[in-house]
């Protein structure tokens, strides 16, 4: 079996991150922290998560994201699956993130995107069905 264990970004601001992922997931907590180097330039990195997966956020990062309306190769988006979206979209919004764009209209599922602090664009889903027909369409 694999699944994915952690995702590593590289960002100016740790701290506003940091906002925004534990608005979205109020269970995870700070696991580690550290300072190291990363082809010569110092940074500090902060590991958010659970005991099964978490987000690395790495300082020092440079420059803008990539513009999510146009074709440059580089990360979309990323999703994260609950059970309760109206409880995330409640908690960011109450955290002061306004939501990017709305989901598609679908009967098997809900779902919302943000864009965080760095300019990542972050889908939450919720299933409605179990049956992955259903799901993946």
């Known amino acids: 079996m694999l699944h994915l264990e952690h995702v590593n970004l590289v960002v100016s601001d740790v701290p506003a991150m940091l906002k925004f992922y534990q608005a979205a997931f109020?269970?995870?907590?700070?696991?580690d922290t550290g300072k190291g180097d990363w082809h010569g330039k110092p940074r500090t990195w902060l590991h958010f998560g659970d005991d099964y997966s978490y987000i690395v956020?790495?300082?020092n990062g440079e420059g803008e994201n990539r513009d999510l309306t146009g074709h440059?190769?580089?990360l979309a988006h990323f999703a994260y699956v609950t059970n309760n979206i109206d409880a995330?979209?409640?908690?960011?919004?109450?955290?002061?993130?306004?939501?990017?764009?709305?989901?598609?209209?679908?009967p098997s599922r809900k779902n919302v995107y943000f864009i965080d602090p760095a300019g990542f664009e972050v889908e939450f889903v919720e299933y409605l069905?179990?049956?992955?027909?259903?799901?993946?369409s």
Do not use: T
């Open 57 to 59: 956020f790495s300082d």
């Open 72 to 74: 440059q190769v580089g």
């Open 26 to 31: 109020p269970h995870w907590k700070v696991r």
């Open 88 to 106: 995330v979209i409640n908690r960011l919004m109450e955290a002061g993130y306004e939501i990017a764009k709305p989901g598609a209209d679908d």
């Open 129 to 136: 069905s179990d049956l992955p027909s259903e799901r993946n």
